[in-house]
T-cell receptor, first 114, second 116 residues
Framework: GAVVSQHPSRVICKSGTSVKIECRSL??????MFWYRQFPKKSLMLMAT?????????EQGVEKDKFLINHASLTLSTLTVTSAHPEDSSFYIC??????????FGPGTRLTVL | AQKITQTQPGMFVQEKEAVTLDCTYD???????LFWYKQPSSGEMIFLIY??????QNATEGRYSLNFQKARKSANLVISASQLGDSAMYFC?????????????FGTGTRLTVIP
């Protein structure tokens, strides 16, 4: 079945540094990828939608300059948290949608900013 | 082994009828939580309902109820009185352990189409 991977699975960084998270669709072409941030009380907040070759569409309240999203190919999207702060510590999940409009989720990345 | 299995890629239901979306899970952890999310075409994930492994009663939230059968490791979502706006992808998910730090494992989803 379709697989979406995320790398790294866990990352700890110092405040002020930047962290890049990769989301890959391993055996299908993902025309659209979504990035979510998971909050402790169950909810997943959609941060942005990225389509291959075009600029990401950010949800209201999500800082574009802080959360840089690049969808350079049909199998790779990256989320870069720039100048990370402790409040950015969270669980980030990507989802990739294939041509049949099926969605597959990555395993998530736990970011801890010290 | 898959942590979460949703065997129905697509489901159709007549408006105002009830529909059950299947979900089975696999874990050896006695503590876990089960979630259902709705994903419209916009991509946002809408939390619908939660069931903890130690909860004695099936969770209900408005028109949504979770048919929790622990021995069978199933957590089916029941939507009553379907509405056209219920047409969306539905994902079942599980978190092992009761701490918020653990990953969510998602199923592959079921696309529900409500027919007028």
């Amino acid at each position: 079945g379709a697989v979406v991977s995320q790398h790294p699975s866990r990352v700890i960084c110092k405040s002020g540094t930047s962290v890049k998270i990769e989301c890959r669709s391993l055996d299908f072409q993902a025309t659209t990828m979504f990035w979510y941030r998971q909050f402790p009380k169950k909810s997943l907040m959609l941060m942005a939608t990225s389509n291959e070759g075009s600029k990401a569409t950010y949800e209201q309240g999500v800082e574009k300059d802080k959360f840089l999203i690049n969808h350079a190919s049909l199998t790779l999207s990256t989320l870069t948290v720039t100048s990370a702060h402790p409040e950015d510590s969270s669980f980030y999940i990507c989802s990739a949608r294939d041509l049949a409009d099926s969605g597959f989720f990555g395993p998530g990345t736990r970011l801890t900013v010290l | 082994a898959q942590k979460i299995t949703q065997t129905q890629p697509g489901m159709f239901v007549q408006e105002k009828e009830a529909v059950t979306l299947d979900c089975t899970y696999d874990t050896s952890d006695p503590s876990y939580g089960l979630f259902w999310y709705k994903q419209p075409s916009s991509g946002e994930m809408i939390f619908l309902i939660y069931q903890g492994s130690y909860d004695q009663q099936n969770a209900t939230e408005g028109r949504y109820s979770l048919n929790f059968q622990k021995a069978r490791k199933s957590a089916n979502l029941v939507i009553s009185a379907s509405q056209l706006g219920d047409s969306a992808m539905y994902f079942c998910a599980m978190r092992e352990g009761l701490l918020g730090a653990n990953n969510l494992f998602f199923g592959t989803g079921t696309r529900l189409t409500v027919i007028p």
